[in-house]
């Protein structure tokens, strides 16, 4: 047994899709290769068993066929025992046909994806044989010119991983203040009374925050009808993981059949019962006003002068929030864990004063609000990059 490091296909899906692997940085070694056992007699299943400098791991599986056929290159590799892992092919340049760093856009080139969606197979999962893969056509333009494009291409792609390691930091942070604020470790200095802390069922919280059960300070909204049978309405679905507030297409009265249904109604924290222990919470809006949600989906005011509504849709999209619709959500997993109406209202809330639950929701707002732009610079610059690939691959822009 030799033990050797291999690349996970994994990753470069997730993290490395279409970089150069440059092993100058360690940190890609800790990070990125998986350590095992692989028996020597395991080697000669690939033709070159370690890889080197410029070879391409291409990723053959995805669960869509856009993801087939993303890659890294290796650079700097220094004779390292790595090979390509699982669901991966290794492949070299023997003709010296490509130039360093050129090769990671091979597969972005239009008509090289056109022939890859031809080739992948599979319905729920795609894949590509070596086979299909080593018959595809790569237009390849001459070496001067390919080194033009991919300096090009990799000061786009150095700009967008910056870009991404902000972005982390960023929801990071976000996540850290949200936390800091809601659990009152972190204080607003004018809305201050006490600096004294007590333990409650909700942990260490300030002397001047109340406790209170949410069926003291929330009122359900239901406002039922009965649709006609003629008639046109929209319904609304909550994503999981705080991700909002979707709608579905319009479906008339006579498809509800005996369907419980209700009007939206503006500003309510309103729930998926079903998912909830999965963060499925919003805020409804003006813009849902006219649609229709299920029973599944109850909705809540909460009381005038005494609780914020973002302050408490903030407070549930916290970790203390999930725990606690955790909580009001007992039995197994997915569809049986449903959120108990009666448990979730019987729920202990922290109430700061509705000053500091205003200023406390406006920060976390203005937060949130910078990781949006940073996500729309992230996308933009995306889109650039796509843009300039199939300008530069192509050849519609020559490169001077």
Known sequence: MSKIQ?????????????????????GYLISFLKDGLIAEELLHTVDFPYLKDGDLIIVDVSEDYIGVCKCIEMKNINEKHIISGLHTIAVRDLKNTTTKGFRTYILMHPQVVRQLRRIATGTSVYSVSKTNLSKVMLPIPPIVEQEKIAKILFCWDKVISTTQTQLIQVQLR?????????????????YVNSEQIHQTILGEL???????????I??????????????????????????GIFYKDKVTGAALGDKRVFWIEANCF??????????????????EIGMI??????MYKPKVGVLYLDFLLYYFKSLRGKQLLELASPGGAGR???LGQSEFMKLQFPVPSLQEQI??????????????????????????????????????????
């Open 270 to 287: 309103i729930v998926n019962i079903v998912f909830a222990w999965e963060h499925a919470i919003a805020k409804t809006t003006e813009k």
């Open 293 to 298: 949600a299920s029973h599944r989906f109850p």
């Open 218 to 243: 929330l009122s359900q909204v239901k406002k039922s009808f009965t649709p006609l049978k003629a008639e046109l309405y929209q319904q609304i679905g909550i994503r999981s993981h705080t991700k």
């Open 359 to 400: 200023a406390i929701a406006s920060l976390l707002n203005e937060s949130e609000k910078e990781l949006k732009l940073m996500n729309d610079k992230l996308l933009y610059l995306k889109e650039q990059k796509k843009g300039l690939i199939k300008i530069l691959l192509t050849g519609r822009k020559k490169v001077t």
């Open 6 to 26: 291999c690349i996970h296909y994994g990753d470069i899906h997730t993290t490395l899709e279409n970089k150069i692997l440059d092993f100058h940085n360690e």
């Open 174 to 190: 976000n996540k850290w203040l949200m936390n800091q604020l809601l659990s009152g470790k972190r204080r607003i200095k004018r």
């Open 206 to 216: 300030p002397v001047d925050w109340k406790l209170n059960s949410l069926k003291n």
């Open 336 to 338: 049986n864990k449903t």
